[in-house]
């Protein structure tokens, strides 16, 4: 028996959540409904033009692990923050709901600061995200602990940190740790942009390393280079065991080997898409290292996303456990 069922590494930020209209968007040349990558004077300026804020800790990967910790799972988090204001609420908001974590972190004297994603969330519920990543791009092959990687039946990749200068090497590191124990390796494509700028790397280690491949439609068609979906999940499921593809209100497409199912959406009042694909993938993993099979680790990871949608913040407020018992999961 591993100790973790799901250990994440990913880009360790504090999201700052705010509301907007379309109008300021366009006013602060803010391209709706993706992550751009900004400096931190442009970090600094946004901040000061946007109103009312909540921040939160956050990370695509972290709020994956934070849901598995909020489901009771044994789990652990890899990520850089800084020895300051923001660095700490980070890692106390991560180990608050349960999950182990222990990267060390940057020192005061450190030129970048913690990272943050100022999150503008319009009024149909998009969210466009704009991300300093601070000292958590420089994620190094020496903050990975082999041993924590050997003692997961399961790794979590998150696609962003491939926009550090070292992380393809960390994340070499943590996989050949985590499949020489036996383990299994799965990864986020995180933002077709992201694909985009590493496509080939990506490429590589879904055909050599992963056994879970987790995306968006839009993701899914960006990898594979083609408008043809149904073409391109079907390419995805000869290079790894597991596809699980969101489709946004259409729901999500399971597919492993020649087997196909469709979870359906759960219906709900967007407040804010911020985490859906997080809180998918984290009920997804749960249910797989609980023994669910594979469909209704599709249905929890939708019933997941639609709870994290119905409100600001990319963390469940609502028992996960009682919303899968209602629907039918548990």
């Known amino acids: 028996m591993k100790k973790f069922q799901v250990v994440g590494i990913g880009n360790a930020m504090v999201d700052v959540l705010t509301r907007a209209e379309d109008a300021f968007l366009a006013d602060a040349g803010i391209e709706k409904g993706i992550m751009q990558l900004i400096d931190m004077d442009r970090a600094v300026d946004l901040y000061s033009r946007v109103g009312p804020a909540k921040e939160v800790s956050g990370g695509s990967a972290a709020n994956t692990i934070a849901g598995i910790a909020h489901l009771g799972g044994k789990t652990a988090y890899v990520g850089k923050v800084k020895d300051d204001q923001l660095g700490a609420i980070f890692a106390h908001d991560l180990r608050a709901q349960g999950a182990v974590y222990e990267t060390k972190l940057a020192g005061k004297d450190a030129p970048q600061e913690t990272g943050r994603c100022i999150v503008i969330v319009t009024p149909d519920g998009e969210r466009s995200m704009n991300t300093y990543l601070g000292v958590t791009e420089f994620l190094e092959p020496s903050d990975i602990d082999e041993s924590m990687m050997a003692d997961a039946e399961w790794i979590y990749l998150e696609g962003y940190r491939f926009d550090g200068p070292a992380s393809h090497e960390a994340f070499a590191k943590a996989i050949a740790a985590c499949k020489g124990a036996g383990g299994k390796v799965s990864i986020t494509l995180s933002d ?15 055909q050599n390393d992963v056994d879970l ?15 043809d979906f149904d073409a391109a999940l079907a390419m ?9 593809c969101t489709d946004s209100e259409h729901g999500a497409h399971i597919l492993s080997g020649d ?13 804010d898409a911020t985490g859906a694909g997080d809180l998918f993938a984290g009920a997804f993993l749960w249910g797989l290292t609980n023994g669910h099979d594979l469909e209704t680790c599709g249905r929890m990871g939708c019933v997941a996303a639609s ?10 407020e609502s028992d996960l456990k009682e919303l899968f018992t209602k629907h039918g999961l548990l």
């Not at 491949?213 to 408008?227: G, I, K, P, Q």
């Not at 087997?259 to 407040?271: F, G, K, M, S």
């Open 236 to 244: 995805a499921a000869k290079e790894v065991e597991i596809v699980a």
């Open 192 to 206: 077709p942009f992201c694909v985009s700028r590493h496509r080939d790397a990506f490429r590589t280690m879904i």
């Open 213 to 227: 491949l987790f995306c968006n439609r839009a993701e899914m068609l960006s990898m594979y280079e083609t408008d």
């Open 259 to 271: 087997q196909r199912w469709l979870a359906p959406a759960v219906p709900t009042d967007i407040q």
């Open 307 to 316: 709870e994290v949608i119905s409100h600001i913040g990319a963390r469940p």
